[in-house]
C-alpha cells in the first residue's frame, strides 16, 4: 500500500510538471517585442519594434497602437500601473521616455536626450511613484535617471565607471530590478558583466569578454535570492556559463547542474523555487532555485513577467508574439 500511493504521488508530482505549456495569444503586430507588464491576470502592456504599444484589459484578446510620431522607435521597456497608465522606453536617436495616462490613446513625451551614444537598455519601478532608468555608457559612466513621481518627470545623472567594453543589453527590460523603494540592483555585459548592488560591484561568473556576452537578465525574490542570466547572443544555442543563483545575496554564486538551453534574455521568479526564463532557443522552468532547468516550449521568447498583484505569467518576443504560460 505504501508503494501504491508512492507511485501515485509520483504521477501526480509528473503531471503537475508536465501540464504546464505556453498558450499563444497573439503574433504578426510587430516585427518584436521586448517590453512587457503584467499588472495582474488581464491587464498586460507590452512594447515593441516600429512604435507599437499592444494592450488587454482581459488577459486574453490585445488591441494595438502606432505611437504617432515615433514611428521608427523600437519602445524596449514598458512599464504599466492599470488599464489606463503606462510609460514606455524609446532605446536611441533620440532616446525617448513617454507616458498615458488614457490607456495609450495619447502620449506625452517625459524624457528625451539626443546626445551622441545615448542609448537606454531598462527600466523599474519599485511603486507607483519612484522609477529608474538604465543607459549605456556616457563619457564612461552608465547612465541613470531617476523618477519620484510616477514618471512625470526624469532626473539625469551619471551612475558608475564603466569598465572598457562594458554595457548593458536592452533585451527584456529585466537588467535592473528594485529591492524597495529607494534601493536598485542592475547587471552588465560586454567584455565585464558585473552585479552592482548598493556600493558593491560583483563580477559575475557569467561568460564574458566579447560584446555579445554577458549579464542580460537579473530576478530577485528577496534581497539574499537572486537569479541572473545571459550568455551569447551571437551564439544562442550555447549553454556555456549563461546562467547563476545565489541565495546569500551575491556573495557566492552557484552555476546550474543543469543550464537553459542556450542563450537567455530573460528571468523570473514565479516562487521562491520555481523559476522560468525564455530565450531565442525556447523556455525553460526550474522547480528547484535555478539549479536544474527543463525545457517547456522551443519557441523563442525575449521577455516573460509575472503579474505584480496575481499568478498570471506572460510572455512576448520576436514576430509580435504574445503568449501566457499555462502553470
Given at each position: 500500500?505504501?508503494?501504491?500511493?508512492?507511485?501515485?504521488?509520483?504521477?501526480?508530482?509528473?503531471?503537475?510538471?508536465f501540464?504546464?505549456?505556453?498558450?499563444?495569444?497573439?503574433?504578426?503586430?510587430?516585427?518584436?517585442?521586448?517590453?512587457?507588464?503584467?499588472?495582474?491576470?488581464?491587464?498586460v502592456?507590452?512594447?515593441?519594434?516600429?512604435?507599437?504599444v499592444?494592450?488587454?484589459?482581459?488577459?486574453?484578446?490585445?488591441?494595438?497602437?502606432t505611437?504617432?510620431?515615433?514611428?521608427?522607435?523600437?519602445?524596449?521597456?514598458?512599464?504599466?500601473?492599470?488599464e489606463?497608465?503606462?510609460?514606455?522606453?524609446?532605446?536611441?536617436?533620440?532616446?525617448?521616455?513617454?507616458?498615458?495616462?488614457?490607456?495609450g490613446?495619447?502620449?506625452k513625451?517625459?524624457?528625451?536626450?539626443?546626445?551622441?551614444?545615448?542609448?537606454?537598455?531598462?527600466?523599474?519601478?519599485?511603486?507607483?511613484?519612484?522609477?529608474?532608468?538604465?543607459?549605456?555608457?556616457?563619457?564612461?559612466?552608465?547612465?541613470?535617471a531617476?523618477?519620484?513621481?510616477?514618471?512625470?518627470?526624469?532626473?539625469?545623472?551619471?551612475?558608475p565607471?564603466?569598465?572598457?567594453?562594458?554595457?548593458?543589453?536592452?533585451?527584456?527590460?529585466?537588467?535592473?530590478?528594485?529591492?524597495?523603494?529607494?534601493?536598485?540592483?542592475?547587471?552588465?555585459?560586454g567584455?565585464?558583466?558585473?552585479?552592482?548592488?548598493?556600493?558593491?560591484?560583483?563580477?559575475?561568473?557569467?561568460?564574458?569578454?566579447?560584446?555579445?556576452?554577458?549579464?542580460?537578465?537579473?530576478?530577485?525574490?528577496?534581497?539574499?535570492?537572486?537569479?541572473?542570466?545571459?550568455?551569447?547572443f551571437?551564439?544562442?544555442?550555447?549553454?556555456?556559463?549563461?546562467?547563476?543563483?545565489?541565495?546569500?545575496g551575491?556573495?557566492?554564486?552557484?552555476?546550474?547542474?543543469t543550464?537553459?538551453l542556450?542563450?537567455?534574455?530573460?528571468?523570473?521568479?514565479?516562487?521562491?523555487?520555481?523559476?522560468?526564463?525564455?530565450?531565442?532557443?525556447?523556455?525553460?522552468v526550474?522547480?528547484?532555485?535555478?539549479?536544474?532547468?527543463?525545457?517547456?516550449?522551443?519557441?523563442?521568447?525575449?521577455?516573460?513577467?509575472?503579474?505584480?498583484?496575481?499568478?498570471g505569467?506572460?510572455?512576448?518576443?520576436?514576430?509580435?508574439?504574445?503568449?501566457?504560460?499555462?502553470?
Amino acid at each position: 500500500m505504501k508503494y501504491f500511493f508512492s507511485f501515485i504521488s509520483l504521477l501526480l508530482f509528473s503531471a503537475e510538471l508536465f501540464a504546464q505549456h505556453i498558450q499563444l495569444l497573439d503574433s504578426t503586430h510587430t516585427k518584436s517585442i521586448r517590453g512587457l507588464s503584467v499588472v495582474n491576470d488581464k491587464i498586460v502592456w507590452v512594447s515593441g519594434a516600429n512604435g507599437v504599444v499592444g494592450r488587454s484589459v482581459d488577459g486574453k484578446t490585445f488591441t494595438w497602437k502606432t505611437v504617432e510620431g515615433f514611428e521608427k522607435t523600437d519602445f524596449r521597456d514598458i512599464e504599466a500601473f492599470d488599464e489606463s497608465t503606462a510609460i514606455i522606453m524609446g532605446i536611441d536617436t533620440p532616446a525617448v521616455i513617454l507616458k498615458t495616462v488614457d490607456g495609450g490613446k495619447s502620449w506625452k513625451k517625459v524624457f528625451e536626450d539626443k546626445r551622441t551614444g545615448m542609448f537606454l537598455d531598462a527600466m523599474e519601478f519599485s511603486d507607483k511613484k519612484n522609477g529608474m532608468v538604465i543607459g549605456d555608457p556616457i563619457d564612461g559612466k552608465i547612465f541613470v535617471a531617476i523618477t519620484t513621481n510616477g514618471g512625470t518627470s526624469w532626473t539625469p545623472s551619471m551612475g558608475p565607471t564603466a569598465e572598457k567594453g562594458e554595457a548593458m543589453f536592452a533585451s527584456s527590460g529585466t537588467n535592473i530590478r528594485a529591492f524597495n523603494k529607494k534601493e536598485f540592483c542592475f547587471i552588465t555585459g560586454g567584455t565585464c558583466s558585473r552585479l552592482f548592488i548598493g556600493s558593491e560591484k560583483i563580477i559575475l561568473p557569467l561568460l564574458q569578454s566579447k560584446e555579445s556576452t554577458g549579464a542580460n537578465s537579473i530576478a530577485i525574490w528577496d534581497k539574499k535570492t537572486l537569479a541572473i542570466v545571459g550568455g551569447d547572443f551571437a551564439h544562442a544555442d550555447l549553454t556555456d556559463k549563461n546562467a547563476v543563483f545565489t541565495s546569500n545575496g551575491g556573495k557566492t554564486f552557484s552555476t546550474p547542474t543543469t543550464p537553459p538551453l542556450g542563450y537567455r534574455s530573460c528571468v523570473e521568479y514565479l516562487t521562491k523555487s520555481k523559476l522560468i526564463t525564455c530565450g531565442m532557443t525556447g523556455v525553460e522552468v526550474s522547480e528547484n532555485g535555478g539549479d536544474t532547468w527543463r525545457n517547456i516550449s522551443s519557441t523563442s521568447f525575449h521577455v516573460v513577467r509575472k503579474a505584480k498583484k496575481s499568478k498570471g505569467v506572460f510572455l512576448a518576443g520576436s514576430k509580435g508574439r504574445v503568449a501566457k504560460l499555462i502553470w
